[in-house]
């Protein structure tokens, strides 16, 4: 291979990387903190590019919050043993996240430990 043929293809490889990886930034949550919240599932989007947990948990005030927590592909999800069905709608869970920076209702998902103790992680 020609040089050049060989830089051509190395910065072609190069330049499909980097949209990838700043795609899957984890700068907007706080990967520092990890805090547990219990909680109603309202929704368990199972998509792409990203999966979607939607919790409803009540605040300090009372009052109901809706959380939205990022999650893997379906793809890696099943790989980890998740199935589109396995949280639905109306589950008692107990989640950990990584919270958004922002302080706004939402994180990464980490763990989701359902209430008869089956857990799911996002690795």
Do not use: C
């Amino acid at each position: 291979m020609k040089t050049q043929d060989l830089f051509t293809a190395v910065a072609f490889a190069i330049g499909l990387t980097v949209p990838v990886a700043a795609h899957h930034s984890h700068a907007m949550y706080d990967m520092d903190l990890s805090i547990t919240l219990e909680g109603t599932v309202t929704e368990f989007f199972w998509g792409n590019p990203h999966s979607w947990l939607y919790i409803s948990v009540t605040n300090e005030s009372g009052e109901a919050v809706e959380w939205a927590l990022e999650t893997n592909p379906p793809w890696v999800l099943a790989e980890q043993g998740w199935e589109s069905n396995s949280i639905q709608a109306g589950d008692e869970v107990s989640v950990t996240v990584k919270p958004l920076r922002r302080g706004i209702h939402g994180g990464q998902l980490d763990t989701v430990t359902m209430s008869d103790g089956r857990e799911f992680s996002h690795d």
